[in-house]
């Protein structure tokens, strides 16, 4: 069965520091794949998508993220977080524009 | 530039009755159109998409129904509401190629 799965609930980085946001998906083939981000009581905002070809997209808000084939991979990362950047994480794939299909979320606290 | 509204932002409404939530969209036409719901601390579930004016797909059998009376314009209805139905209801659309989507602000009903 197709699925999204984001293993860590909750993360909490210090500001200043790195982050990586872990998203491992199980599809047929290789799926679109795509990082939003939603503020509390907010929609979601696309962060950056993966379609083909680099491996390594660059997205909104000094994000990035890195398909890895062989592992079913799509993780976020950023070098250098912001308090500002505390949100809800959620992770979503997608093989046409009908069946977007979206991870549990990962809650990011930032600390001063 | 497109934009897509959501009204109304915040809703109670006792059980049994009526609901009805509207999205719509400016900047595009013959727009693929999505309700999702979020439950607290949960991912999306998909309820409907249309993919043009009168064309309803329904994800999840349920006591929601969704409509298209204008090409830019989608709403989500019921007739009773049941307490299971509280949550944050999310606007989305894509474009008619296109795979990623562009959510609204959201809707939090809260049935009591």
């Known amino acids: 069965a197709q699925s999204v799965t984001q293993p860590d609930i909750h993360i909490t980085v210090s500001e200043g520091a790195s982050l990586e946001l872990r998203c491992n998906y199980s599809y047929g083939a290789t799926p679109y794949l795509f990082w939003y981000v939603q503020s509390p009581g907010q929609g979601l905002q696309l962060l950056l998508k993966?379609?083909?070809?680099?491996?390594l997209v660059q997205g909104i808000k000094g994000f990035e993220a890195e398909f890895k084939r062989s592992q079913s991979s799509f993780n976020l990362r950023k070098p250098s977080v912001h308090w500002s950047d505390a949100a809800e994480y959620f992770c979503?794939?997608?093989?046409?524009?009908?069946?977007?299909?979206f991870g549990a979320g990962t809650r990011l606290t930032v600390k001063p | 530039s497109q934009t897509i509204h959501q009204w109304p932002a915040t809703l109670v409404q006792p059980v049994g009755s009526p609901l009805s939530l509207e999205c719509t969209v400016e900047?595009?036409?013959?727009?693929?159109l999505y309700w999702y719901r979020q439950a607290a601390g949960r991912g999306l579930q998909l309820l409907f998409y249309?993919?043009?004016?009168?064309?309803i797909s329904s994800e999840v059998p349920q006591n929601l129904s969704a409509s298209r009376p204008q090409d830019r314009q989608f709403i989500l209805s019921s007739k009773k509401l049941l307490l299971s139905d509280s949550g944050f209801y999310l606007c989305a659309w894509s474009g008619t190629s296109r795979v990623e989507q562009y959510f609204g602000p959201g809707t939090r009903l809260t049935v009591t």
């Open positions: 249309s993919v043009g004016i009168g064309q």
């Open positions: 900047g595009t036409s013959n727009p693929n």
């Open positions: 979503a794939v997608a093989h046409n524009n009908n069946d977007m299909r």
């Open positions: 993966y379609f083909s070809g680099d491996t």
